[in-house]
């Protein structure tokens, strides 16, 4: 049976938006108060993969409402859930058997969190879904947007979104949707990380020249809830170093908020060298030390989840604009690496990307560059918050964690108290990012097999167990959405030179190499497991497998996280 494209419908709008989490939404609300303020008319879609806004968005969180407080000056009368406010910053580094409390007065003030909010990031995604619906915003949950519509010029004209009913073998099921195309004057895109058109319009377009490399960390999440006795509202928690070694960046946040709830989660940076190095199991690990343990005592684990982040800071991040629309939010990656922050970068880059296209259509362009955005970006305080941290990431990265933490933090001081000068880059510029984190992966036999603890069951779990807390969703007999390029390779380089990584920096069990009937290695891939985390897509270390958008509506749905 033929799928026949020519049948789809279009629909032709002012304004797509790719992605219904802070910056995607925070751009459609923005763009609504232009047309307000102006007493025009404006169309706005925001097309949504998961299964209802929120359902993808995963983060720590604790938001700075810097941006919110621009956005929607009212947010606490409208009721936005931001309800705990941070009453205790604790920065801590982990051995194996103790710790050390750090002094916060030896942090600079960016790093303090007095004045900022712990929350789930789901929940303000879905109450800012309310406010961008009630201006006359349309949102379409479960709406996957698989590829670019183009004008006869190659500018971005649109997308194509909400194709599903297709089998495993490719071909369409009965009652098979051909999805429809949506087309704007122009399209934001904000996927968050790694998103599948953003990687492949800054590719197209060449949005990455002259910039560095971006680099990410995983974050591995688990919310619990805790009785009266464990429960300290406000209370934030940083850890480094253990159970991760020196020269493996990344730490732990535990976060006391909301209706007794605990969120506790760690970060890998995915720069690690280690192949037998399993992110997911030194999270578990991590749940055993007493300065984790504590705060969990008693309680049940509610959900689990987890998200690739950007970590490149200001050095990697793209051009922000190409022929008939733009780069948002954590697409682009303006993640504060040494706040573990970026709603509030996103959500503001959102705002100035809308203001840049409600200002140009109202003149009467579309499908051209918004170059005004970029220069809105350039100068704002987005870009001078990255900008002061851009050493971070590199410090860390060559001096490993001992060293390179007190590292930063002088350097953030000197960024601080001094203009942004910087003792490490005193002539100006930023230190570099020399290679990806696909190629930061070292062969197996540099290294020792690690023989990580079995969970217990009470404060450790297994792989398959935790996915089924994150509420994961696939359409069975639907196309795999993990393309791999070449079996052969995988075979020959990702298993006999590096023994197999995927099975281990994946944390939702899809990928497994196991023996067929014949004594052969087989690469297995249980798509149905992905949490969407998008680890494989920048893993690999032959960049041999790329995530791609499943059916909308697939994927997990978490609650409160």
Known sequence: MAFDQTERESMDVDVVIVGGGPAGLSAAIRLMQCAQDAGQELSVVVL???????????????????????????WKEKGAPLETPISKDKFMFLGPAGSITLPEFAFPPMIKNHGNYIASLGN????????????????????????????????????VAGVAGIGRDGEPKPGAEVGMELNGKYVLIAEGV???????????????E??????????????????????KPGLAQHTFGWPLDDKTGGGSFLYH???????????????????????YDEFQRLKHHEDIAQHLKGG?????????????????????????????????????????????????????????????IANGRQSDELVEYQTAYDKSWVAKELKKVRNAKPLWTKLGTTMGIPAFGLDLWSTTLFGGWSPFTPFGGSMRHKKTDAASLEPAKKYKPINYPKPDGVLSFDKLTSVSYSFTNHEEDQPIHLKVEDLALQENSELAVYAGPSARYC???????????????????????????????????????????????????????
């Open 257 to 279: 908020f909301g209706d007794n709830y605990v969120a506790v989660g760690l970060v890998v940076h995915l720069n690690y060298k280690n192949p037998y190095l399993s992110p």
């Open 210 to 231: 002259g910039k560095d490399p971006q680099k990410y960390g995983i974050g591995i999440k688990e919310l619990w809830q805790v009785p009266d006795e464990v429960f």
């Open 507 to 561: 944390p939702a069990g899809v990928y497994e190499w196991v023996k067929d009937a014949n004594g052969a290695d087989v690469f297995q891939i249980n798509s149905q497991n992905c949490v969407h985390c998008k680890t494989c897509d920048i893993k690999d270390p032959n960049q041999n497998i790329t995530w791609t958008t499943p059916e909308g509506a697939g994927g997990p749905n978490y609650p409160n996280m």
């Open 300 to 360: 049940k684990r509610v959900s689990y989840g987890a998200r690739a982040i950007t970590e490149g800071g200001y050095q990697s991040v793209p051009k922000l604009t190409f022929p008939g629309g733009a780069l948002i939010g954590c697409s682009a990656g303006f993640v504060n690496l040494p706040r573990i922050k970026g709603s509030h970068n996103a959500m503001k880059t959102g705002m100035l990307a809308a203001e840049a296209a409600f200002n140009a």
């Open 194 to 208: 790694r998103g599948s058109l953003a990687k492949k319009v800054i590719a197209d377009f060449k949005l990455d």
């Open 48 to 74: 949504e993969k998961g299964s209802e806004v929120g359902a993808h968005i995963l983060s720590g969180a604790v938001i700075d409402p810097i941006a919110l407080n621009e956005l929607i000056p009212d």
């Open 124 to 159: 303000v995604s879905r109450w800012l879904a309310e406010q961008a619906e009630a201006m006359g915003v349309e949102i379409y949950p479960g709406f996957a947007a698989s590829e670019f519509t183009y004008n006869e010029d190659g500018s971005i004209k649109g997308v």
